[in-house]
């Protein structure tokens, strides 16, 4: 992230890390049940070799809140485009604990964030809340998670033509940056309900004033999420 600013231990109770054999590979966001949504780019491994941290602050050096959970399944979007980018977004089903139909144990400290469902809930102009611990402007990662506020933009097909597509968001001012993929920009309502209206897919820089950061627009998958969750992350949690 360039920019930004440090989050204290359990400020944002959706943020989700995935590591990979062991190795912090990307971040998430936790949907409820046992519910993890990411960029398509941060898993196409087997399921077993990843991990998700909940309730994490410090990459390597976790809470005594902090939970590590096995995948049970990953679902990729069928029309990912690893070349474009298009279609950014996956799906990581959690492994379930013992006997019980829950993949986490209780656990104030970890919380869902709401999914949206209209494109036209937050507009350009609207100022929402990035999470992650990527590279800042010296391409360095930071060791414990950082948040800083983006304004969703309007520029997009102006500076990207060609290659900002359908189901894709734009926003400046901060920026995401290499390690944030699969993280959320989150939005809050006029309500105060916080919405993951973005997740982290790429751009083709860092931080540079007129270089929006590209995120995969999750309104525009609302019926794929709910298609793939169906009714269990509402009846379960
Ligand atoms: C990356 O490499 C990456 N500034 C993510 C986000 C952005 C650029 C690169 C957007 O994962």
Redesign the pocket.
Known sequence: MVGGQEALPWQFQWQAALKEEGRFRCGGVYLGGCWVLTAAHCVRAKPELFRVMLSLWHKTKPLDTTEAVAVKNIIIHKDYNPRTYQNDIALVQLEELGLFEKCLHPNPTVRPVCVPWSTLQFQHGDTCTLTGW?KNREGVGSDVLKWTNVTITGNCEDHYKDRFLDGMECAGDS???????GGPLVCKDASGLSYVWGI????????EAGSP??YTKVAHYFEWIRFHIGRSAVTKY
């Open positions: 990527g920026d995401s940056c290499h390690g944030e993929s982290v897919s790429w751009g083709e820089k860092c931080g950061g590209v």
